[in-house]
């Protein structure tokens, strides 16, 4: 397979229709309107597929739910506000235990905020989003390759846990274009899911819900939940390490603010600076493992985030009181350059007498 | 011998749980009948609200998918867009199809979804405990209009088979009772003909019945089954308000 140019939007639509997406169902919202735009021209005439241009991204949601209950592989995009919107029908999703991929190219807010790409939706993809006890997956891609190669995970994941999986993106990742390899060839026909609700044929009838009036019954469901949630924590946690081998200072960062980091990282090695990276990859489940072990030698890590600061949570809390963290943010859609994390980093390495 | 009365085979033999009087024991029966003599219970999907109906698929010996508040209409496009093999009905409360979820069945309608509503119209919210619906009558007292729906202060009762059947996506839409056994008859002959719109692909389908609760309008189910006709019927006028197959092509 050869590599083509693509925005990074555009790269999701087709990463999804070769990891056999036969449903879109989305609303207009910048900066990842490409991804609905390549849907409504690549997916709503092929056999067996589905698009529909939604009359809100509640409706979209909905729509994904719909489709996952029959045993499509469903996918919705949205961006931050929409997101919002979409917490309803993600907490419906889990409850049900039903696969779906919900790709957030996410902006600065609160409000309507802006269109310029931000970070500042990490509590929300992490802790659930919606109403009730769950976690949904969630994939932080740095980059188009990864978007796409992401997006084909996101779809088996979400059949082999049944869940929902969340791509965290940004304005800029969907936006830019890079060269973009999509490593596997879209299927001919899905075998479909055992548990689909396809009619009650040769079989008994079959329920999907979500209501219990026993609270006994419904802490079950909770329990059943957590237990495969800990299994996925177990198998599927992912992240990166760059030079961490000697580092003495270790930035941690997700998705472009990582990207952001590795050039500011290597700006401050060409002085001398012993400084490494570790990025997360899922944000849930979060790489705490990952960040243990990096503190073996390692004190000092500089967290960096397009936000006031949410992920450093789960790097304190991964260090258990160990170490010492530090923090950079830029929230509300400023999209800080390699150089003047690069200063950051050194001050903060002179400061801590690390040369 | 002559059978007078038969089980239907896609409802389950569970005791309803619905009030004295209520309409949704009815309207599961016929719609149950219809399934069967349409023979549909294998290819089936019901979607069921939250409300005093939320528990349906005790009752529908169909698969069913219980779906937030209002978003039936999208669940059912989601579903039959998906996997169009599948008969799928959603059963709606007033508030779930003419408050939450409005914005969805305007859409799913508009976009002629092959999809069937039924849609129950009792001009109050049951489960929640009797407060105002978007169909509460006028001067009609509930727990959130103490002193009767005053229009100028709550708004009017909303029509919405009326508001629905201009839309180009509607096939058929009609609007029924479940207060006596001529009612009850039309109302199933009105489901039967609903299914049949979504079997030939003639878009979406409604079938509006005003049902009696007497519990939240603290009637007698007698009293309750006169007031359907005596009161509601004068805002919500029974009948058909949009049949494809009855109309002469405009070419």
Same mark, same amino acid.
């Given at each position: 397979?050869?590599?083509?140019?693509?925005?990074?939007?555009?790269?999701?639509?087709?990463?999804?229709?070769?990891?056999?997406?036969?449903?879109?169902?989305?609303?207009?919202?910048?900066?990842?309107?490409?991804?609905?735009?390549?849907?409504?021209?690549?997916?709503?005439?092929?056999?067996?597929?589905?698009?529909?241009?939604?009359?809100?991204?509640?409706?979209?949601?909905?729509?994904?739910?719909?489709?996952?209950?029959?045993?499509?592989?469903?996918?919705?995009?949205?961006?931050?506000?929409?997101?919002?919107?979409?917490?309803?029908?993600?907490?419906?999703?889990?409850?049900?235990?039903?696969?779906?991929?919900?790709?957030?190219?996410?902006?600065?807010?609160?409000?309507?905020?802006?269109?310029?790409?931000?970070?500042?939706?990490?509590?929300?993809?992490?802790?659930? +989003?919606?109403?009730?006890?769950?976690?949904?997956?969630?994939?932080?891609?740095?980059?188009?390759?990864?978007?796409?190669?992401?997006?084909?995970?996101? &779809?088996?994941?979400?059949?082999?846990?049944?869940?929902?999986?969340?791509?965290? /993106?940004?304005?800029?990742?969907?936006?830019?274009?890079?060269?973009?390899?999509?490593? $596997?060839?879209?299927?001919?026909?899905?075998?479909?899911?055992?548990?689909?609700?396809?009619?009650?044929?040769?079989?008994?009838?079959?329920?999907?819900?979500?209501?219990?009036?026993?609270?006994?019954?419904?802490?079950?469901?909770?329990?059943?939940?957590?237990?495969?949630?800990?299994?996925?924590?177990?198998?599927?946690?992912?992240?990166?390490?760059?030079?961490?081998?000697?580092?003495?200072?270790?930035?941690?960062?997700?998705?472009?603010?990582?990207?952001?980091?590795?050039?500011?990282?290597?700006?401050?090695?060409?002085? +001398?600076?012993?400084?490494?990276?570790?990025?997360?990859?899922?944000?849930? !489940? &979060? !790489?705490?493992?990952?960040?243990?072990?990096?503190?073996?030698?390692?004190?000092? &890590?500089?967290?960096?985030?397009?936000?006031?600061?949410?992920?450093?949570?789960?790097?304190?809390?991964?260090?258990?009181?160990?170490?010492?963290?530090?923090?950079?943010? $830029?929230? /509300? /859609?400023?999209?800080?350059?390699?150089?003047?994390?690069?200063?950051?980093?050194?001050?903060?390495?002179?400061?801590?007498?690390?040369? | 011998?002559?059978?007078?009365?038969?089980?239907?085979?896609?409802?389950?033999?569970?005791?309803?749980?619905?009030?004295?009087?209520?309409?949704?024991?009815?309207?599961?029966?016929?719609?149950?009948?219809? =399934?069967?003599?349409?023979?549909?219970?294998?290819?089936?999907?019901?979607?069921?609200?939250?409300?005093?109906?939320?528990?349906?698929?005790?009752?529908?010996?169909?698969?069913?998918?219980?779906?937030?508040?209002?978003?039936?209409?999208?669940?059912?496009?989601?579903?039959?867009?998906?996997?169009?093999?599948?008969?799928?009905?959603?059963?709606?409360?007033?508030?779930?199809?003419?408050? =939450?979820?409005?914005?969805?069945?305007?859409?799913?309608?508009?976009?002629?979804?092959?999809? *069937? *509503? =039924?849609?129950?119209?009792?001009?109050?919210?049951?489960? *929640?405990?009797?407060?105002?619906?978007?169909? *509460?009558?006028?001067?009609?007292?509930?727990?959130?209009?103490?002193?009767?729906?005053?229009?100028?202060?709550?708004?009017?009762?909303?029509?919405?088979?009326?508001?629905?059947?201009?839309?180009?996506?509607?096939?058929? =839409?009609?609007?029924?009772?479940?207060?006596?056994?001529?009612?009850?008859?039309?109302?199933?002959?009105?489901?039967?003909?609903?299914? %049949? @719109?979504?079997?030939?692909?003639?878009?979406?389908?409604?079938?509006?019945?005003?049902?009696?609760?007497?519990?939240?309008?603290?009637?007698?189910?007698? %009293?309750?089954?006169?007031?359907?006709?005596?009161? @509601?019927?004068?805002?919500?006028?029974?009948?058909?308000?949009?049949?494809?197959?009855?109309?002469?092509?405009?070419?």
């Amino acid at each position: 397979m050869t590599k083509v140019l693509m925005d990074g939007n555009s790269s999701i639509g087709e990463a999804a229709i070769r990891a056999g997406c036969q449903c879109y169902f989305g609303y207009p919202i910048t900066p990842q309107n490409e991804l609905t735009e390549y849907m409504a021209t690549h997916l709503s005439r092929r056999k067996g597929c589905a698009f529909v241009q939604a009359e809100s991204e509640l409706a979209a949601i909905n729509m994904v739910y719909g489709a996952s209950v029959v045993g499509a592989r469903a996918m919705t995009s949205s961006s931050s506000p929409g997101i919002s919107l979409k917490q309803e029908g993600i907490s419906y999703l889990a409850a049900c235990e039903l696969p779906a991929v919900i790709v957030n190219m996410s902006r600065g807010g609160p409000g309507l905020g802006s269109i310029a790409a931000a970070q500042s939706d990490y509590f929300q993809a992490t802790r659930g +989003g919606g109403h009730g006890d769950y976690r949904t997956i969630v994939l932080a891609p740095s980059s188009v390759q990864e978007l796409a190669d992401l997006t084909m995970r996101a &779809f088996d994941l979400a059949d082999k846990y049944k869940i929902p999986v969340i791509i965290l /993106g940004d304005g800029v990742l969907g936006q830019m274009m890079e060269p973009v390899e999509f490593k $596997r060839e879209a299927p001919a026909q899905l075998p479909v899911r055992e548990d689909a609700l396809r009619g009650a044929k040769g079989r008994p009838s079959r329920i999907r819900k979500t209501f219990t009036s026993n609270p006994a019954e419904l802490e079950e469901i909770n329990w059943s939940l957590f237990r495969r949630y800990g299994l996925i924590k177990k198998e599927e946690t992912t992240w990166e390490t760059f030079m961490t081998d000697d580092a003495r200072l270790v930035v941690v960062a997700f998705g472009i603010a990582a990207r952001i980091a590795k050039g500011a990282i290597r700006n401050v090695r060409a002085e +001398g600076l012993k400084v490494g990276l570790l990025r997360p990859i899922t944000l849930w !489940p &979060f !790489p705490d493992e990952a960040v243990k072990e990096v503190a073996k030698n390692v004190e000092h &890590f500089l967290v960096f985030e397009m936000n006031m600061g949410q992920m450093i949570e789960d790097v304190q809390l991964s260090l258990e009181g160990k170490g010492e963290v530090s923090f950079y943010g $830029r929230p /509300g /859609g400023v999209i800080p350059n390699p150089s003047e994390v690069a200063r950051v980093i050194s001050r903060l390495y002179y400061q801590k007498g690390l040369k | 011998m002559k059978k007078v009365y038969e089980h239907p085979k896609s409802l389950k033999r569970a005791v309803f749980h619905y009030c004295p009087g209520c309409g949704h024991s009815i309207a599961h029966r016929i719609t149950c009948e219809v =399934i069967d003599e349409m023979d549909l219970q294998d290819k089936t999907l019901g979607i069921p609200p939250p409300g005093c109906s939320v528990f349906a698929y005790h009752y529908f010996d169909v698969d069913m998918a219980e779906c937030a508040h209002g978003r039936g209409a999208a669940v059912a496009t989601g579903a039959k867009r998906a996997f169009p093999d599948i008969v799928v009905f959603t059963y709606q409360g007033d508030g779930d199809l003419a408050a =939450i979820g409005t914005a969805e069945t305007i859409h799913a309608a508009n976009r002629g979804e092959n999809t *069937t *509503t =039924i849609f129950i119209n009792n001009a109050v919210y049951g489960m *929640t405990g009797g407060q105002m619906a978007p169909t *509460t009558l006028r001067g009609m007292k509930t727990t959130t209009t103490p002193y009767g729906r005053d229009h100028v202060i709550e708004g009017h009762p909303i029509r919405m088979s009326e508001m629905l059947a201009p839309l180009d996506g509607v096939a058929y =839409i009609e609007r029924v009772a479940v207060n006596s056994p001529a009612n009850i008859r039309k109302a199933k002959k009105a489901i039967a003909k609903a299914f %049949q @719109m979504q079997l030939d692909k003639r878009g979406f389908s409604m079938v509006e019945i005003l049902s009696p609760c007497p519990t939240n309008w603290k009637m007698t189910p007698i %009293q309750a089954w006169k007031w359907v006709d005596e009161e @509601m019927t004068r805002i919500f006028p029974l009948g058909v308000y949009k049949d494809v197959t009855e109309q002469k092509s405009a070419d």
